[in-house]
């Protein structure tokens, strides 16, 4: 029984050991994801991506992937499609309608936020 216990306790910090020297080799993720993000876009470059599947769109200085977004955009397809490749600040500041959007769709924002607009554009 001694001997099971000591195994158990054994293994138990030989996994908790294993796992921390691990993480001591994994990169640094937020450097990594930093590098990406700061990444500058021209215009020229945002204009290539402007399909249903790649879908890029600048929005206050910002360039956004929506490609996966943008089947679960709420509104008729077309709407947000029709941004795609282009600077986009007032259309998303308005909805093309004079309304702005919620702070809930500021912060879905974020997560698909792929680097800075080059020219600088607010
Ligand atoms: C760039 C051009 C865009 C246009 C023209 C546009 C337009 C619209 C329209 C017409 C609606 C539905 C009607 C309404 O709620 O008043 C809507 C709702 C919504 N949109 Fe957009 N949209 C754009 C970009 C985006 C982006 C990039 C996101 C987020 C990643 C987003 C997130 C949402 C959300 C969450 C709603 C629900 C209502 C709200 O929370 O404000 N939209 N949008």
Redesign the pocket.
């Known amino acids: 029984m001694r001997r099971l216990y000591l195994s158990a306790t054994f293994i138990f910090w030989l996994l908790v050991t294993a796992f921390w020297v691990g993480s001591l080799w994994l990169p640094p993720a937020e450097k990594s994801a930093a590098i990406a993000v700061d990444k500058s876009i021209s215009l020229a470059e945002l204009a290539k991506h402007r399909t249903p599947e790649n879908c890029w ?1 600048a ?1 206050r200085g910002n360039v ?1 992937d ?1 490609s996966a ?1 943008l089947p679960e ?4 397809p077309d ?2 499609l ?2 795609c490749g282009k600077e ?1 600040t007032e ?2 500041n ?4 004079g ?4 702070s ?3 912060e ?2 974020v997560k ?1 936020r792929i680097g800075l607009l080059a020219s600088g554009k607010p």
């Open positions: 769109v929005i956004y929506l977004y955009h709420p509104s008729q709407i947000l029709s941004w986009a259309a998303y308005t909805k093309s309608k309304r702005p959007h919620s809930y769709a500021d879905l924002l698909y």
